[in-house]
Structures are given as C-alpha cells and as structure tokens.
C-alpha cells in the first residue's frame, strides 16, 4: 500500500473542496471496499478523505411519504430501521442479503453504491483490465466471465456492479443526491451509474470529485408487497449470482404497476422496464410473469461461461412475483406475509435474525 494522508470530512462543502483540490484523493465510507483495493494496489489514493462523521448519517421521512437516507447511515441501520422494514421491505432484504453483519456495519450507503466491481482481473493488476487501465484490454471478455455481465456489456468490459441495495434502490425509483464542484445535483438512480461503452473507467455520471450526500426514495404505497431474491454460491456471505428486486399493485386479478430490478447481470443494476410494460395491465398470473420476463431477456448476449444467469433471472423472477401475488385475489390463498421468506426456502441465505 502506498503512504497517503488522512483528513476528516467536517462538512460536505468542506470534504468536496478537500477532493477537487488533489487530482489522487479519494472519499473514505466504512472502507470495506476501498482499503482492501488500496491493499491490493487497485487504488492508490495520495489522499483520504473520511466522510463518515460529516452530518449525513440520518433517515428521515419527506413530506410526500418518501424517505431521504443520509449517505453515512450505515447498511446496518438503514436495514432496521421501522420505516424501511414497514414500507419498503425490498431495500431492507437487499441490504440483509449483502455482506456479513460485520460489513454491514461499517458499510455506508454512498460506498455501497460506489462500490466498484468484483471481477478477479480488476482486482489483479496483472492483468489488463480497460476499468482499471483504460486502452490495455479486457481480460475477462476471453477469460472467467461466469460472475460477469449478460445484458448492457461492451467489447470493452464486461463487469457487473455488485451492489444488492443498489438493485432495490433502483425498482424504487431513488434519486441520489450528489454535491459537485459546480454545486448540488440529483441523479435519478437508473441514470447514476453507466453502462461500460467505450469507457468503462467511468462507473457514474457525477463529476469527478463528487461526494453522495443522500439517496432519497419516494413515496410507493405497494412497495409494502415487495421483496428481494437473491442466488448466490453460498449460503453465508457472497455477491449475487443473480437476484431480483421486484414490487406489484394489483387491481383485483390484473397487474396495476409492478417495478423489477435486476442484480450481477450488468455494468449497472438493471432496471427490467420492458418486463414491467409486459405485464402491466395483464393477468397476475405465472404464465405471464415467464412471458413479461422473457421479454426483458431477449436482450441478454451470455458470455461463455454464464449463460446460466439467463434461466437463473427468468426463475428468480416467476417465483419472487409469484410469491408477491399469493394470497392476493390473483393467486391461491396462503395467509402468508408477502414480503417474508419461506421456510426452505434457502435461496436469497437471508438470515432470519435481526431483522
Ligand atoms: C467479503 C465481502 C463480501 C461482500 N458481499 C457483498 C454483497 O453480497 N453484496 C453487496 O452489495 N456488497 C457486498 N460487499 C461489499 C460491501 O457492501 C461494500 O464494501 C460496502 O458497501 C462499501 O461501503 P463502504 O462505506 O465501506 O465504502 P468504502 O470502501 O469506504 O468506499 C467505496 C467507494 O465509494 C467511495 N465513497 C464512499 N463514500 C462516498 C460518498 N459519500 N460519496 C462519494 N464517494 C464515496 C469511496 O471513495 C470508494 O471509491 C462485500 C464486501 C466484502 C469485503
Ligand atoms: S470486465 Fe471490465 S473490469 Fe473486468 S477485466 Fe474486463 S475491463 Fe476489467
């Protein structure tokens, strides 16, 4: 690791001016993320600037029913915290579904969302990688694309944003609340970060040096009927191997409004708005979940080791929205809460505890 300094953030104005001013810094969240890339030589900041005791670190509910989530709130937090747990049980499930209890408590919410991706040949630097390097070439396009992208990817790179609370925030509709050296800015979430294209160095569409003060989620009744699926190679701590994040309204049998979003399958968490058009408007039924979502997938181009996340995204989904419509006058009556887990289910490895 190379020698870098330290400062502490006192106000946002403050630890933005202290970043545009050094072309080598970097902000400091929990730094789950960050000290382990600093270790493996993947960044290499002369600066540090420690946000997490700038005053950002509160949820509070907005006036229209939505809430605004100061970036430092920590995953652990935000994910019991009543309201999110009452209203938006998507967002609590992905945040329980990432990482250990242990990360989760240092990790905040601006760091989860710029989190950067887990492909091997970026966090190797052996080996070339167009992210970390831009112009040397993409290892993984050729090489171990199991984990990597189905949909959105370019010759250039193939990786996946690897954040779970990200997928949720995304159905939702969140905006994230940025402060840029020409000022204050609000980012619809699935405008936030990009797809690889040419550049797949630059992972959001802020301006370099910008600092993520909240993410604001507005306010949706039928988020109540929500939930987060997870796949994933074990059952305690890993990054998805594919996962949904899904809400419906129904009016009567009919599919009012549903949000999907779709995690580990591209650059960006993916919102799978061509499904959701599919199925607003139809019968809730699983027939026509296989359908809207098979839409959605058409755009898939699988590499040659992951083909697999294709029918892995298309169960995910029957099943989350099956799940979601049980009980309701669509589905066959189980008394059971939509947006708990089943027993035996076993395949989002969300614990139980401490929700
Ligand atoms: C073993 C392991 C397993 C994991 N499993 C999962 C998983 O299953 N699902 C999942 O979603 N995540 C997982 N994670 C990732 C973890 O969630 C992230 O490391 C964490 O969310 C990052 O948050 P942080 O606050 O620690 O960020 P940091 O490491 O401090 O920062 C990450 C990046 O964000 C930037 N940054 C931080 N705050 C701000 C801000 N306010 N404004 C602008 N830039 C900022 C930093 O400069 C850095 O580039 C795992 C991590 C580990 C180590
Ligand atoms: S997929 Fe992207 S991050 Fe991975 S090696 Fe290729 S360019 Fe680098």
Known sequence: MRTFRYERGTDPGQAMALVAGEPDAAYLGGGTNLVDLMKLGVARPRLLVD????????????????????????????????????????????????ASGQLRNMATVGGNLLQRTRCYYFQDVSRACNKREPGAGCSALDGQNRDLAILGWSPQCVA?????????????????????????????????????GERPDQETTMAPGGLVTA??????????RSTYRKARDRASFAFAAGSVAAAIDLDGPLVREVRLGYGAVAHRPWRARLAE???RGRPATEENFRLAVDEE????????????KIPLIR?????????????????TSTGRDPGR????????GTPERGR
């Open 215 to 224: 993410v604001r989620i507005p306010a949706l009744p039928y988020a109540r």
């Open 160 to 196: 996946t944003h690897p954040s779970d609370m990200a997928v949720a925030l995304t159905a939702l509709d969140a905006v994230v609340e940025v402060l840029e050296p020409a000022g204050a800015r609000e980012i619809p979430l699935t405008e936030f970060h990009r797809l690889p």
């Open 297 to 308: 997938l058409a755009l898939a181009r699988p590499l040659a080791h992951n083909a697999f």
């Open 315 to 331: 169960n995910l989904t029957v099943r989350t929205l099956v799940e979601l419509t049980e009980g309701s006058a669509a589905g």
């Open 277 to 279: 058009e599919a199925l």
């Open 341 to 348: 887990r089943r027993d035996g289910d076993g395949d989002d």
């Open 51 to 98: 946000v997490t005791r700038l005053p950002l670190d509160s949820v509070e509910p907005l006036p229209d029913g939505g809430l605004r989530i100061g970036a430092t709130v920590r995953n652990s937090e935000l994910a019991a915290h009543p309201a999110v747990r009452r209203d938006y049980p998507v967002l609590a499930r992905a945040l329980l579904a990432g």
